[in-house]
């Protein structure tokens, strides 16, 4: 069955520091993978996806992920925090690689410190 | 993007009471839409496909009865919460599917006293 697993629940970096958030998979097929964002009382925002081809994406808002099979990984990373940033993110798996269905990881509280 | 919107954003209900959701994909059509529930601190977890003018899809664990889902027209799927008792209270997030890519609606917070 498939699977996501962020690593830490909470985050906190300083403004301008880099950010580095977590995520592994396990998947039986070829995987699409997806980073969200989601701000206080709303709904989830797509920051980045993975579906075929370079392994390093680059999404919205400075946000960036790459895709390591050998890891099964799909870390979050950005160069420099604002304080935009802070949000709850989430990674997740479209585990038959058809339709919308996702699966989510428990997602990470990201805090940025001025 | 393609806009989701999702009605009421909050409710408040008695225990026993019914509670209505609405899920609108504003400028496309969806024949799948997705509902999902969340509670504080958790992440999102998928109740059941709604696919348009035929049956929902639940997941496992989930009371079709308890969480009726009405998909009539393209663009518009509701989700009924029956019976509401205090356990019911939860995030609401609907998504629609277009081309396969998922939006999101804004999500309903459901207080069920």
């Known amino acids: 069955a498939q699977s996501v697993t962020q690593l830490g629940s909470h985050v906190s970096v300083s403004e301008g520091a880099l950010v580095l958030l977590r995520c592994n998979y396990s998947s039986s097929v070829p995987p699409y993978l997806f980073w969200y964002v989601q701000y206080p009382n709303q709904g989830l925002q797509l920051l980045l996806k993975?579906?075929?081809?370079?392994?390093l994406v680059k999404g919205i808002n400075g946000f960036e992920a790459e895709f390591k099979k050998s890891e099964t990984s799909f870390h979050l990373t950005k160069p420099s925090a604002h304080m935009s940033d802070a949000a709850e993110y989430f990674c997740a798996v479209k585990p038959d690689n058809q339709g919308g269905k996702l699966i989510f990881g428990q997602g990470t509280e990201l805090s940025v410190k001025p | 993007g393609a806009v989701v919107s999702q009605h009421p954003s909050w409710v408040i209900c008695k225990s026993g009471t019914s509670v209505k959701i609405e899920c609108r994909s504003l400028?496309?059509?969806?024949?799948?839409m997705f509902w999902y529930r969340q509670f504080p601190k958790q992440s999102l977890m998928l109740m059941a496909t709604?696919?348009?003018?035929?049956?929902?899809?639940?997941e496992q664990g989930v009371e079709k009865d308890k969480f009726l889902i009405n998909h009539a027209s393209l663009t518009l799927s509701t989700l009924t919460v029956t019976s509401a008792h205090p356990e019911d209270s939860s995030f609401y997030i609907c998504?629609?599917?277009?081309?396969?890519?998922?939006?999101f609606g804004s999500g309903t917070q459901l207080s069920v006293l």
């Open positions: 400028d496309f059509q969806a024949t799948t």
């Open positions: 709604s696919n348009e003018g035929s049956k929902a899809t639940y």
């Open positions: 993975y579906t075929t081809g370079a392994t």
């Open positions: 998504s629609a599917d277009e081309n396969e890519k998922l939006f």
